[in-house]
C-alpha cells in the first residue's frame, strides 16, 4: 500500500484548503482511508475518515462543520476539503488506510500552516 498526500501550503485564517490522498489501488482490503494530523509538540490526532465501499464518515469535534471527507474510486483518491481554517489547525497532515485485515499503513505528510 502506498498513499501520497499533496494539497498543503500556507494560508490565511479563514481560508480552504483541499487535501488529496492517493492511494495505490481501492481494494476490497482497504476498509477506511481517514486523515490524522500532528501540530508542533502536540500527539497525532485523528481527524477524519470515511470506509471505502459504504462511504461512511466520521470527523473529530475540532472539524466538524469545517471539514469534509469523500472519495473518488476511478482517481484511487480521498479528499479532505477544509474550510474556515484556523491557526490552531496548522500541522502536518497525514493520510492513512486501514485494510480488513488489521494493518494501518502512513502517508509521508504534508504540512498545512494558517496564519492568524
Known amino acids: 500500500v502506498q498513499l501520497v498526500e499533496s494539497g498543503g501550503g500556507l494560508v490565511q485564517s479563514g481560508a480552504s484548503l483541499r487535501l488529496s490522498c492517493v492511494a495505490s489501488?481501492?481494494?476490497?482490503?482497504?476498509?477506511?482511508i481517514g486523515w490524522f494530523r500532528q501540530a508542533p509538540g502536540k500527539g497525532r490526532e485523528g481527524v477524519s475518515c470515511i470506509t471505502v465501499q459504504e462511504g461512511v464518515t466520521r470527523y473529530a469535534d475540532s472539524v466538524k462543520g469545517r471539514f469534509t471527507i469523500s472519495r473518488e474510486h476511478a482517481k484511487n483518491t480521498v479528499y479532505l476539503q477544509m474550510n474556515s481554517l484556523k491557526p490552531e489547525d496548522t500541522a502536518v497532515y497525514y493520510c492513512?488506510?486501514?485494510?480488513?485485515?488489521?494493518?494501518?499503513?502512513w502517508g509521508q505528510g504534508t504540512q498545512v500552516t494558517v496564519s492568524s
Open positions: 489501488g481501492f481494494t476490497s482490503d482497504y476498509y477506511a
Open positions: 492513512t488506510c486501514d485494510t480488513t485485515y488489521g494493518s494501518q499503513y
